[in-house]
């Protein structure tokens, strides 16, 4: 099972404070965190090493985000990253059109956005939304499980949908350690 450690998220946002915030969120969650500030910036570091996914705010001066989700799709690799649009203007009509334009290129390439989040989002939501995206699971508390919790509940998850002589196996083999 991945844990947030093994993960890079590359958060693209022009506002500092909002880029900090959401950087110091996926850090605490033990993320890899890298930021660029513009599109041009976060192309540079895709191309440098592809993150596991991207955080992307939609409206920036020069080059929206859509601009960058479009570069993405070009790319046969880049298309498979994960993003996830952070964005305070989901409801403004330029917005709405780029929203549609992006739902119509992630249906004809079968690899869309992972989500909108409206701004201001919460900590806890934004790391609940890139752990979902990248396939990390957290604890109740929003933290990373602890490599034991981890294997405690990948080993359970196996053991509900085990026939009954794997189930006796598992059985013996816990007994013979214990």
């Known amino acids: 099972?991945?844990?947030?450690?093994?993960?890079?998220?590359?958060?693209?946002?022009d506002e500092e404070d909002v880029s900090f915030f959401l950087r110091t969120a996926l850090e605490?969650?033990?993320?890899?965190?890298?930021?660029?500030?513009?599109?041009?910036e976060a192309l540079a570091k895709i191309q440098s090493a592809a993150p596991d996914c991207i955080s992307l705010d939609m409206m920036m001066p020069g080059k929206s985000g859509i601009v960058l989700f479009h570069e993405l799709h070009k790319n046969p690799e880049w298309r498979k990253i994960p993003v996830l649009f952070v964005t305070g203007h989901a409801k403004d009509e330029k917005v709405k059109k780029d929203l549609d334009a992006a739902a119509s290129l992630a249906q004809s390439t079968l690899s869309g956005p992972a989500c909108y989040l409206e701004k201001p989002v919460t900590a806890e939501k934004y790391v609940a939304a890139v752990a979902a995206a990248v396939r990390v699971e957290?604890?109740?508390?929003?933290?990373?499980?602890?490599?034991?919790e981890a294997l405690r509940q990948e080993v359970m998850e196996r053991l509900k949908r085990a026939g009954a002589e794997t189930l006796e196996e598992a059985l013996r083999l816990l007994n013979k350690r214990g």
Do not use: C
């Not at 605490?28 to 041009?40: I, K, L, P, Y």
């Open 138 to 148: 957290l604890a109740a508390t929003g933290q990373p499980l602890s490599s034991e």
């Open 1 to 13: 099972m991945s844990e947030p450690k093994d993960k890079k998220i590359l958060v693209v946002d």
């Open 28 to 40: 605490d969650a033990g993320f890899q965190v890298e930021t660029a500030a513009s599109v041009d």
